[in-house]
Structure formats: C-alpha cells, structure tokens
C-alpha cells in the first residue's frame, strides 16, 4: 500500500524592509530613465541596506512593469545583472497592472512559505515618461507581407502600398481595451454612482500630501528611500495642499456627466518610479541579525465585471474589485475591519477610495477609522508608478507597524485595471 507523501508545512513570511528610489512625475527628471536603470537603483539600495552583495544572499528577485518595451521582456533578470545582486540570483516577470508589485510579493511568499527559498526580492517598476510607441499596425502587416514575400518584385509590391499615415506610431492609452474608456473615465462613473462629494475627494487627497509631508519630516522614509538623478523626496509631494486650494482645479474626468467631481489634484497624475521589498523566513532573518518588521500571513485576490456587470449603480465599477476581495479575505481569516490598527487603501483616485470604504460598509465591515487610513500617506501624493505601487505599500506598512513597537495588524487594499483587485494582510506579534 502506497503512502500519500504529505504536504510540507508552511512556514511564516517575514517583511524584512524596503527601498525605493523617489517617485517622480512622468516626463520630469526620470524622463530618459528606463524601468530597468530605476528598478536596478532601487534593488542596489536594498542590496545595500541588509548587505546582499555575496554570493547565495537572496533566493529569487521577482518584478515586473505594466508598460514595457520589448527590451524589457526579460526585465528582472536583467536588473539582477545590472544590479550588486549575486548574478546568479534567478529571477522573473510578472504583471497584473496596478497590482504587479503586490503579486511579485505574493509570488515569493509563497515559495518561502513552502520552504522553497529562505529569502526573496519582489518588486516593480514603470516609466510613463520612457512609454513604448508601438510600430502603426497597418504598416507592420505590410513590412510582415514584404518579409514572407517570395520574389524582388512581390516585395517592392507590398511597401508600395505604404503612405504617410502609416508612419503614424501607435501611442499606448490609459484604457481599457473593452470599454475604450481611461481609468479615470471610469472612477467618475463609479464615484457618481456612490454619490462620492468633490469636498471629501479634496479632503482625502489633502489629507495623503499632509500625511506624506509629516513622514517625511520625521524621517520615517530616511532608511526607505535612495536618492536618484537629483530627487531625495517624491516630487509630486505637496505639502502645502490644502482643501480651499484643491477646490481651485477644473475637473478632469467625468465630463460627459453632471456634477464632474474628479480633478487633477484628487487624482494620480502619471509617475515614474521603482520600489523593492525583502522577504525571508524567520530563520534566514535570525541568522542574519534581522529582525522582521512585520509578516505577511494572508493574501487574496478578486475581479469584477465591469463590461456588463453592475457598472451603473456602481457595484461592479473597474476599480472595486477590492470590494469583493477584502470580505472574503477577512471572512477566511476571522477578522473584521475593526482588528486592524492600520489600513493601505492604494489612492488610484481618491473617489475610489471613498467608493471602495463605502462598499465595505455596505458588504457589513465596520467603518474605517480615518486616522488609521494611509497614515503616512499614499499614491495621490506619492505617485503611483503602476507595478511599483505594490511593494511601496507592503515596505511601507511593513515599517509603519514596526514602528509602533506593539502587537498590531495592517490590512493593504489595491485596485487594478482589467477590474482586479489585490489584497494582503500583514502582522506583527
């Protein structure tokens, strides 16, 4: 009689620390930067922090970029090569938008949970600047003609047919090929359907540069962020925001509605950027003198139709996923709203935010506790590099739950184009 062998034990993930260069805004000092040469700073920093340089220091680097050229099809590797990381370290791509950075933690989590590696890098990185223009469609199906043509003159009669508008590249949009609407196009139906008021988007984006300018002023980020091409603090960081200044912006989204509420200020803008995030086994972190900051003990995942779905009252808008995923993963985990001292909502647009807070509550999760929401700011100040926006979180609350020096919980919540949502929990005993 044969034995089933048994499935191995799963082990806990410890959040080791962060480095991320400063976020910038697209088209500003990290113009000529490509997301190899960012992800390669912020993994030098790392690398640098804990002392990874030697040989067999880290089991596996994985990252990935939502906008990537062609030459960045083997962009983790080719960051390990460029990087101070042991050159034999494997790594990988990986990419689910806006939670790219996310899942390459997940991805490394669980082969450490597994007992597969001891320790492992996850990241992210994406240029809005450096963005790939793609060849005109209709002038690359001629040139594949001319190249299967069999004969000189089969050739010269296919780039014949080429014209000047073909020489018009392809430039890569912020929309959703289903709907062929941006992700703000879309958060302005959702935040409309959720009755979401321009004062509390105002007040939520004020409130993430207040927040952000106070970390900073502290030097909670001291140890987090590498200067890089003459930035030592996100640039989009306004410290001086305020409401009465934000209700002075025009609307950007939403104006095919009435009432459009969603401005450049209580908005993402376009940013440029990489973070990286070490995660080990207990055993690793000890034999290294590390303490962890915090382990990562539950993950999920959901997505929402918002082709045909619920779009109109706002149930299934792109960016509520969250919605869905945060329930189910509490519900699993025995948790409610209430047990977590800290909360990540990633700031896609505040609208979103308040939609997704209003979501929970009427799914039956407690309310939010402003003060314990995105404490020491988020994307609408930071910037949101889409992959890298992931591994900036988990560092961050990582840290943030360190510094309190006290038993405590963190719950991450990010939404992703494609209607996706990631989220995690993170613990310290």
Request: with cysteine; charged share 20%.
């Amino acid at each position: 009689m044969s034995v089933l062998p048994q499935p191995p034990a799963t082990r806990r993930v410890a959040v080791i620390g962060g480095a991320r260069i400063p976020f910038a805004r697209s088209d500003g000092p990290y113009a000529t930067a490509s997301n190899q040469e960012m992800l390669t700073a912020a993994l030098d920093g790392l690398v640098e922090r804990y002392g990874l340089g030697e040989r067999g220091a880290v089991g596996e680097f994985v990252a990935g970029a939502v906008l990537k050229h062609s030459r960045d099809f083997n962009l983790a590797r080719e960051t390990v090569l460029g990087s101070r990381l042991d050159p034999r370290t494997p790594a990988y791509d990986i990419q689910q938008a806006c939670g790219t950075g996310l899942q390459a933690v997940i991805a490394v989590a669980n082969k450490i949970m597994l007992g597969q590696l001891e320790s492992g890098i996850a990241g992210g990185a994406d240029t809005a600047s450096d963005a790939p223009l793609g060849l005109n469609d209709r002038l690359r199906r001629i040139l594949l003609e001319a190249r299967r043509a069999r004969s000189a003159s089969a050739r010269l009669k296919a780039l014949s047919r080429v014209r000047p508008s073909h020489l018009v590249p392809d430039v890569p949009r912020n929309a959703e090929p289903r709907t062929h609407l941006s992700m703000g196009e879309h958060a302005a139906v959702t935040a409309r359907a959720w009755g979401i008021t321009r004062e509390a988007q105002d007040e939520l984006a004020a409130a993430s540069h207040r927040k952000l300018a106070a970390a900073y002023e502290r030097g909670f980020f001291q140890d987090m962020v590498v200067p890089f091409r003459g930035l030592a603090r996100d640039q989009n960081l306004r410290p001086g925001s305020t409401v009465e200044k934000l209700a002075a912006l025009e609307p950007v989204f939403g104006l095919d509605g009435p009432g459009p509420t969603m401005t450049a200020g209580n908005s993402t803008p376009l940013t440029d950027g990489a973070a990286t995030v070490l995660l080990a086994s207990e055993e690793w972190a000890e034999a290294r003198g590390l303490r962890p900051l915090a382990y990562l003990t539950a993950y999920g995942t959901a997505a929402v139709d918002f082709v045909h779905g619920d779009v109109a009252d706002g149930e299934d808008g792109l960016l509520m996923a969250p919605a869905y995923a945060v329930p189910r993963m509490l519900e699993r985990a025995g948790l409610g709203i209430e047990d977590f001292d800290l909360i990540e909502i990633h700031e896609a647009f505040a609208s979103q935010v308040l939609a997704t807070l209003a979501a929970w509550e009427k799914r039956g999760l407690a309310p939010v506790d402003r003060d314990r929401l995105n404490v020491a700011g988020s994307s609408l100040a930071t910037g949101h590099p889409f992959a890298a926006t992931g591994a900036r979180v988990v560092a961050t609350l990582a840290a943030l739950l360190a510094e309190r020096d006290a038993p405590g919980r963190g719950l991450i919540s990010v939404c992703a184009a494609g209607g996706q949502g990631v989220t995690a929990i993170l613990e310290r005993a």
